[in-house]
C-alpha cells in the first residue's frame, strides 16, 4: 500500500511487513495524530471474520499486558484492525532470567484476563511477547478460544516458554492459572503450585479443598490470626467486622482459586445492621477486605427508579500481597440509600465467612458508570454468607476538590506541557470543548479548551508523570463523559478517572 493512502481515517506512513493475517502498516489516526499499527487484512472472509470478532473482544479487555485495539472494521481497501504501536523488543532480547520472569508475570496477566473473555493467544514463543520501552510485557493478536486455539494449549506453551527462559517447569500446568504456571517457576512458590496440582483434580464441587487451595498461597502462617486493619479517624464502619479466623474466597463464576473467571460487581445487601447500605450522606476514607484474591475495587451502587442499578462512583483497583486483612485509603463519595460492593477484575475473589441471614447481589461483568445500569444477573445463594469487606465512613463530610485545580483566568495563564491525547466533547449550540491529557515536570493533568483557550484545568491526583496513557476515551452513556486510563511507572493496575464536561467546566467524577 503507497504512503499516504488514507484507510477509513488512518493515513499510510510505512510498510511494516507482513503479519499471519495480511499486510502491516505504520499509520497515522488523522482524527487524534496518534501514530498505530495498522493490519490490513487479506484471505479467506470467515478468518477475517474471526479476526475482527477477535479484536472487538481484545478491545473490552483494558489491560495493560494487552496491546490496545483502536479500531478494528472494513473499508474500501478491506477489512482492518488498528493497534497500539509498539516499540521495544521481545523476550527473545531478555537475557536476564529474573527480568525474563518478570516480563512472563505480566505475560501471565494478560493470558488471564484473556481466558476470562474467551479468547486464546495461539502460539506462544518469546518473539510474540512483546516488551516497550518501559519494560512492561504485551501480549496481541489473540483468537476465539476453540479446538484450534485453546486456553489449555496456551497454559502449555507458557509452561515450556517459562520452562526455556526461566529454568525450571511445573509439571501439569492444565489445572493452573498462567499466573501460577510462572509463580511456579519461582523456588518460594513451587511448593505451593504442587499442592494446587495435586489437589486440582479434585477440586471441582467440593468447598472443602477450593478453600485448602486458597490458604495453599499462602506462605506466612498468620495470616488467619492478625488482627482486622484500624477503623479510619473520625468515621463509622459498615460491613464486615473482619474478624480473625478462615475466609473462604468468592469468584465471579464459582470456580476454584488458581483458575480464571471473568470480571464481576457483588454487592452486600443484607447483613444484620452492618448491611453496606449508606445511612447518611459522606464520603468513604477507608476500605478494608480480608480473603481477597487478585486485582480489586471498592463501588458505589445507586438504584435507579425503574429497579435497575448503576455505578456512581469507583475506588481505584488495589491488589492485596495475600489473603490476609488489608487497608485502603479512598475519597469516594456517597449518598444516603448508596450500596457498596466489590468490582472483581478476571481471576479475582473477595473472601466470605459463612453467616445468617446475608444476602448479596452479583453482576457478571462489572457495573460500570460508562455503561446503562443494569438489572442483577444472579442472587448469591445465602451460604455465601458475609462479604468481607468493610467501608469507613465520614459521615456529613464533603468530596474535597484536587488539590492544584484551576479556572478561569488562572487556568488560562497557566504553564503549558507535553499533550499526550485529547477528545472532543459536542456540547448544546454547537460548541465544542477539547480536553487534553498533558504531562507536565511535575505531574499529570487534564486541560478543558475551546477555541485555542484553556478553560480548566484537573490535575490526576495519583498519576506519576513518568508513567505511560492507556487510553481517553468517551462516547459511551453520554458523550460528556470520558474515561483516563494511565499506568504508572512502577507497573500494577492502570489509574482509572473519569471527568464529566460541561460548557465551562470540568469536573472528576471518579
Do not use: K
Not at 489449555?152 to 515450556?160: K, Q
Not at 492444565?174 to 518460594?188: K, P, Q, Y
Not at 503450585?193 to 498468620?222: E, F, I, P, W
Not at 485509603?329 to 466470605?352: F, H, K, N, W
Amino acid at each position: 500500500m503507497q504512503a499516504g493512502t488514507v484507510i477509513a481515517g488512518f493515513r499510510i506512513d510505512e510498510e511494516l511487513g507482513r503479519g499471519p493475517h495480511g499486510a502491516l502498516h505504520v499509520a497515522t489516526q488523522l482524527s487524534l495524530g496518534r501514530r498505530v499499527t495498522l493490519e490490513l487484512l487479506d484471505g479467506d472472509a470467515d478468518v477475517a471474520a474471526g479476526v475482527l470478532r477477535a479484536a472487538q473482544l481484545q478491545a473490552a479487555l483494558h489491560h495493560p499486558n494487552v496491546v490496545a485495539v483502536y479500531d478494528a472494521g472494513t473499508s474500501e481497501h478491506g477489512p482492518f484492525v488498528a493497534r497500539r504501536l509498539v516499540q521495544g523488543r521481545t523476550l527473545a532480547g531478555v537475557r536476564n532470567r529474573r527480568a525474563a520472569r518478570v516480563v512472563l508475570e505480566q505475560a501471565a496477566e494478560a493470558l488471564d484476563a484473556a481466558h476470562a473473555a474467551g479468547l486464546a493467544h495461539g502460539p506462544l514463543t518469546p518473539a510474540s511477547v512483546l516488551v516497550d520501552a518501559s519494560g512492561r510485557a504485551l501480549l496481541d493478536r489473540f483468537a476465539v478460544a476453540g479446538p484450534q486455539c485453546s486456553i489449555a494449549a496456551d497454559r502449555r506453551a507458557l509452561a515450556a516458554l517459562a520452562r526455556d527462559c526461566v529454568g525450571t517447569a511445573v509439571p501439569a500446568p492444565e489445572g493452573l492459572s498462567a499466573r501460577d504456571i510462572v509463580a511456579g517457576t519461582s523456588v518460594r512458590e513451587r511448593h505451593r503450585v504442587r499442592v494446587l496440582v495435586a489437589l486440582g483434580a479434585v477440586a471441582a464441587g467440593s468447598v472443602g479443598v477450593t478453600s485448602t487451595l486458597v490458604l495453599a498461597g499462602d506462605t506466612a502462617s498468620d495470616i488467619t490470626l492478625r488482627p482486622a486493619p484500624r477503623v479510619a479517624h473520625a468515621t463509622s464502619p459498615l460491613g464486615s467486622t473482619l474478624s480473625a479466623g478462615a475466609a473462604e474466597p468468592v469468584y465471579c463464576a464459582g470456580r476454584p482459586a488458581g483458575l480464571s473467571s471473568p470480571a464481576c460487581t457483588i454487592v452486600q445487601t443484607r447483613l444484620g445492621r452492618r448491611a453496606l447500605i449508606v445511612a447518611a450522606d459522606g464520603v468513604i476514607r477507608r476500605w478494608a477486605v480480608r480473603g481477597a484474591r487478585g486485582t480489586l475495587a471498592l463501588q458505589v451502587v445507586r438504584r435507579r427508579a425503574d429497579g435497575s442499578y448503576a455505578e456512581v462512583r469507583r475506588s481505584q483497583y488495589e491488589r492485596p500481597p495475600d489473603s490476609g486483612p488489608h487497608a485502603f485509603p479512598a475519597a469516594v463519595p456517597v449518598r444516603r440509600g448508596d450500596r457498596v460492593g466489590i468490582e472483581l477484575t478476571p481471576g479475582s475473589g473477595i473472601g466470605v465467612r459463612r453467616a445468617r441471614p446475608a444476602a448479596a447481589l452479583r453482576w457478571i461483568g462489572p457495573l460500570e458508570i460508562i455503561r446503562a445500569p443494569r438489572a442483577p444477573s444472579q442472587i448469591l445463594r445465602t451460604g455465601a454468607g458475609e462479604l468481607l469487606l468493610r467501608i469507613d465512613v465520614a459521615r456529613g463530610a464533603r468530596p474535597r476538590p484536587p488539590a492544584g485545580a484551576l479556572t478561569g483566568a488562572r487556568a488560562a495563564s497557566a504553564a503549558g506541557g507535553r499533550e499526550l491525547d485529547a477528545a472532543y466533547v459536542e456540547l448544546d449550540g454547537g460548541a465544542v470543548n477539547r480536553v487534553a491529557v498533558v504531562r507536565l515536570p511535575a505531574g499529570l493533568v487534564v486541560d478543558l479548551q475551546r477555541g485555542g483557550r484553556r478553560l480548566a484545568r484537573v490535575p490526576v491526583p495519583d498519576a506519576d508523570p513518568r508513567g505511560e496513557l492507556v487510553d481517553l476515551e468517551g462516547g459511551f452513556v453520554s458523550d460528556r463523559l470520558l474515561r483516563l486510563r494511565w499506568l504508572n511507572s512502577g507497573g500494577g493496575a492502570p489509574i482509572i478517572h473519569d471527568y464529566a464536561v460541561s460548557a465551562t467546566g470540568l469536573r472528576m467524577i471518579n
